[in-house]
């Protein structure tokens, strides 16, 4: 069964500062890989989708990273603002229906301004 | 597109009384997925339908729970009677190629 890790369970930083978010699975056999964003009281948002067999995306400050073999990926925020403040998921689809899909508990993260 | 969404956004109810839930998916998507989120227990899954069929519904807590698509551009996540511990977040999303996107959720409060 896939279990998926996101660490550190929180993390706060100052502004400015570039930090990378760590989400691991215990499976490689995967389909894809999201990151999601959900603000207090909300629902969650979409920020980036890696394929099986890329490497890497790219949406403007942000980068994530795939590494199936290790069971890794990391979300690079480059220079933090207090809007990027949020709770930030990954989750694992290794196909077969709804139950392929597996969240990580997220990382809460806070920018200090 | 509107995204996904979902109505009531608030419901506060008493025990014992039904719960209905909606949830409008993105046109075009073909998989709809109801999930609950709470602190202690962060998102589950509650039931998955693909072209409008239940195709999963082992995390649907128990026979208070029942979920219905009549059609590909509405869903309704039904509770009866309702309990205190029904208190939640309940988030609906749809999904295409791989991609899941969720509507902003309907908070329910059981007294």
């Known amino acids: 069964k896939q279990e998926v890790t996101q660490i550190p369970a929180a993390l706060s930083v100052p502004e400015g500062e570039n930090l990378v978010l760590n989400c691991s699975f215990t499976d490689s056999a995967i389909y894809n890989l999201q990151w999601f964003r959900q603000d207090p009281g909300k629902g969650l948002t979409s920020l980036l989708l890696?394929?099986?067999?890329?490497r890497e995306q790219t949406s403007g400050r942000l980068n994530a990273s795939l590494d199936k073999s290790s069971g890794r990926s990391t979300l690079y925020i480059a220079a933090s603002q207090p809007g990027d403040s949020a709770t930030y998921l990954c989750a694992v689809y290794s196909g077969g229906g709804a139950d392929g899909l597996t969240f990580g508990k997220g990382t809460h993260l806070i920018i200090q301004p | 597109d509107a995204g996904v969404i979902q109505s009531p956004r608030h419901e506060v109810t008493e025990m014992g009384q039904e719960v209905t839930l909606r949830c409008k998916p993105i046109?075009?998507?073909?998989?709809l997925f109801w999930y609950r989120q709470t602190m202690m227990r962060g998102l589950e899954l509650l039931i998955y339908f693909n072209n409008n069929v239940p195709i999963d519904d082992s995390g649907m807590p128990e026979d208070r729970f029942s979920a219905k698509m009549p059609n590909a551009s509405f869903s309704t996540l039904k509770i009866q009677p309702s309990e205190p511990r029904d208190s939640a977040v309940y988030f609906c999303?749809?999904?295409?190629?791989?991609?899941?996107?969720f509507g902003e959720g309907s908070r329910l409060t059981v007294l």
């Open positions: 890696i394929q099986s067999s890329q």
């Open positions: 046109s075009g998507h073909n998989s």
């Open positions: 999303a749809s999904r295409d190629a791989g991609e899941l996107f």
